[in-house]
């Protein structure tokens, strides 16, 4: 698993984690039932806190990506991922809403932005399986 951290961004650590094993996942690099490092080897790994990554595996734990099995370790859910649900929803509004308002801010046109949208999604769907 690839995981690049920009340790001088204003995202925090556990959310660009959060976000990258999200983005493995739905680009086929991550598959159901991989298993993950451990909170310990993969704090090792990246330099960073384990509360860090504890925290990052907790979210996305809650949110239904991944399980936390005794003998297995962390893995990918076996099971699928989480449907479109009510709370993913609103989120996506509030984060592109966000966007949003900066691309006009910035002079973007609503169809430039929305290229842009597109371009992302298929970029990150074009990429399952390959590397």
Do not use: C
């Amino acid at each position: 698993m690839f995981i690049e951290l920009d340790l001088q961004s204003e995202t925090p650590i556990y959310a660009q984690l959060v976000d990258q094993i999200v983005e493995g996942i739905a680009s086929g690099e991550l598959k159901r039932g991989d298993p993950l490092p451990s909170v310990r080897r993969l704090a090792e790994e990246l330099g960073i806190n384990l509360h860090t990554v504890n925290k990052s595996y907790n979210l996305l734990k809650q949110e239904g990506f991944l399980q936390v099995h005794r003998k297995q370790g962390v893995i990918v859910h076996p099971d699928g991922m989480p449907g479109v649900t009510e709370a993913f929803e609103a989120k996506l509004q509030r984060q592109l809403r966000s966007l949003a308002a900066e691309a006009a801010v910035r002079g973007m046109t609503e169809e430039a932005f929305t290229e842009e949208s597109r371009s992302v999604y298929r970029d990150t769907i074009t990429n399952r399986g390959g590397g």
